[in-house]
């Protein structure tokens, strides 16, 4: 007996080897980078516009690149706001809507670098998409409080605040629960203080998001914002079939049977709770989406007087598009992404461009988090599947389609690679233009597609995308995009200019299989008088 069970045990070792090995400890990608390393001179990176509603808590942290320490300036701040000079966070409340234009200033040791910022305080908040880290992707349902900590101090050590990573958001798994002040969900065991995590977040220029969903239980199996019970009592609480964590044993009960409309909303218990805390970000998950609920909880959150963006999950449809737009922030346009090139291929190619006509400044169509780095869904992670040219793509039409840009990964575990591809400067310049245009695709077929931007300044981005195997010449003429006279070109990834045009040549360049050239023109669309005739050959 004893040997049958030791050789059972060898069997059952070796066959577990080969899994094992298909799983590197390291990816060295570091032949891949394209970003140059930041300067050491100051360098003000991300957004140029922020907005908040009057009276709400305004809270900016200036991302900054360059030796420290540096020291900050503001100029034309609106009352009731200040700067803390040596940080560069900027705190306060405004009371008077309207638009007011400020000069970021950046000083260190080596030099100084000036920045045009404009604060919006109207009935409009995200502005531009949300940028920052959500733990599903990684951690799942093991997400916890020492977890998400790594993550933020990753954010702040590993410099990618400077660039305008600010969201710190808490997927699914961390609530307990109803209880407190407000009989509002309360954290599980795996969160010791809500209110002290978002003190750390608020005090290093970082943001709070939090996960809910309007059903008896959310898709992990934990307790939702509605219930059959007035006084928030869940029955499968009740009758003792949730783990330690309060997460439904799915062993006893299917989750799915959990996925439907309690009778009571507590969705004004939460929100009050969830301020109290100093939550700045909802995502709130549920398909289909409905617009009874969706107000149910855009209500409660308005109510709280805090600026919490709202962020709807998942799988919307087009019919929703004028509800969605009316009441939140962002919104998924489509299933959950993994780390594999179909995923990205259909979420991205053939999920986003019917979602156009809904984007502007603070509202987000959302093609879901990034599946760079170290991914997993819990409790362990592996290195992405997606290539280093598989990546690009990804970043780069996330980027195109101002995509909201949250990180999956394990961000205690970011390699130098994988920095490199979330710390361009210019490549999130182009998620982040005040314009709020969603890139479109301006030829393609199923071999490849070029989308094109126009930009603020006049400029135009440019991403050109090879769907096959092989690498594909592409090109195009700048008059065919609109842009007229000279053109400098200039590589995103690279942040260098490569070539100058004339409207009518044509430009072209080999992009690898999966892969992807971002491009900038400029001056773009000029203001000149033209003289004679334009002949577009």
């Known amino acids: 007996m004893k040997r049958t069970l030791i050789s059972a045990l060898l069997l059952i070792s070796a066959a577990a080897m080969p899994a094992l090995a298909q799983e590197p400890e390291t990816v060295d990608n570091s032949a891949y980078i394209l970003t140059p390393k930041a300067p050491d001179t100051p360098r003000i990176n991300g957004a140029k516009v922020y907005g908040v509603r009057p009276g709400a808590d305004f809270l900016y942290r200036i991302p900054a690149t360059g030796v420290r320490p540096m020291s900050f300036a503001a100029k034309g701040l609106p009352k009731g706001l200040k700067l803390d000079a040596s940080t560069g966070i900027i705190t306060g409340k405004v009371k ?4 007011y234009k400020v000069t970021l200033t950046a000083t260190n040791a080596l030099g100084s670098t000036e920045r045009e910022f404009t604060v919006k305080v109207g009935d409009r908040i995200a502005l531009t998409p949300p940028m920052g880290w959500n733990s599903w992707n990684c951690w799942g349902n093991s997400v916890s409080q020492e977890k998400v900590m790594i993550s933020a101090r990753a954010m702040l050590e590993k ?14 798994g961390w609530q307990g629960l109803r209880g407190g002040k407000y009989n509002a969900i309360q954290p599980n065991s795996k969160f ?15 943001k709070l998001g939090i996960y809910s969903g309007p059903w008896v239980a959310t898709y992990a199996a934990h307790i939702g914002t509605s219930c059959d019970s007035p006084d928030g009592k869940y029955k499968m609480v009740e009758d003792g079939i949730v783990d330690e964590f309060f997460k439904l044993d799915r062993s006893k009960m299917k989750r799915d049977s959990l996925w439907f409309f309690g009778e009571y909303s507590f969705a004004r218990q939460d ?30 959150l308005l109510a709280t007087g805090r600026d919490i963006v709202y962020s709807i999950s998942n799988s919307s449809k087009l019919a929703m598009g004028p509800a969605l737009g009316k009441n939140a922030e962002c919104w998924r346009t489509t299933g959950d992404i993994r780390d594999n090139w179909d995923s990205i291929y259909k979420i991205g190619f053939e999920g986003q461009d019917k979602w156009a006509g809904f984007k502007c400044p603070g509202n987000w169509p959302d093609a879901d988090m ?9 409790p362990k992670t592996h290195w992405t599947k997606l290539t280093a040219d598989e990546q690009y793509t990804h970043i780069t039409l996330w980027s195109i389609l101002a995509s909201p840009l949250l990180i999956g990964c394990d961000m205690g575990e970011l390699d130098d690679f994988t920095l490199s591809l979330l710390c361009n400067s210019e490549v999130i310049d182009v998620n982040q233009d005040a314009l709020g245009i969603q890139g479109a695709r301006q030829e393609g077929d199923d071999k490849h597609a070029i989308y094109v931007k126009p930009l603020e300044d006049g400029s135009m981005a440019v991403a050109m995308f090879n769907f096959t195997g092989e690498p594909l010449k592409m090109g195009f003429q700048p008059v065919k995009l609109g842009l007229i006279g000279e053109q400098t070109v200039r590589d995103l990834w690279r942040q260098e200019d490569i070539a100058k045009v004339r409207q009518t040549d044509r430009w072209e360049s080999e992009v690898a299989p999966h892969g992807t050239v971002f491009l900038k023109f400029y001056p773009g669309c000029q203001n000149v008088k033209l003289k004679g005739f334009c002949r577009n050959k």
């Open 370 to 378: 990034l599946v760079v780095g170290k991914v997993g869904w819990g």
């Open 159 to 172: 410099g990618l605040a400077d660039y305008g990573w600010s969201y710190i958001n808490i997927d699914d």
């Open 96 to 99: 008077k809507a309207g638009t």
């Open 271 to 300: 929100a009050r709770q969830w301020a109290d805390w100093g939550v700045d970000y909802l995502k709130y998950d549920w398909n289909p989406t409905d617009p009874w609920w969706l107000r149910d909880m855009r209500d409660a």
């Open 192 to 206: 010791a203080d809500m209110k002290e995590l978002a003190d750390f977040l608020h005090s290093n220029g970082l």
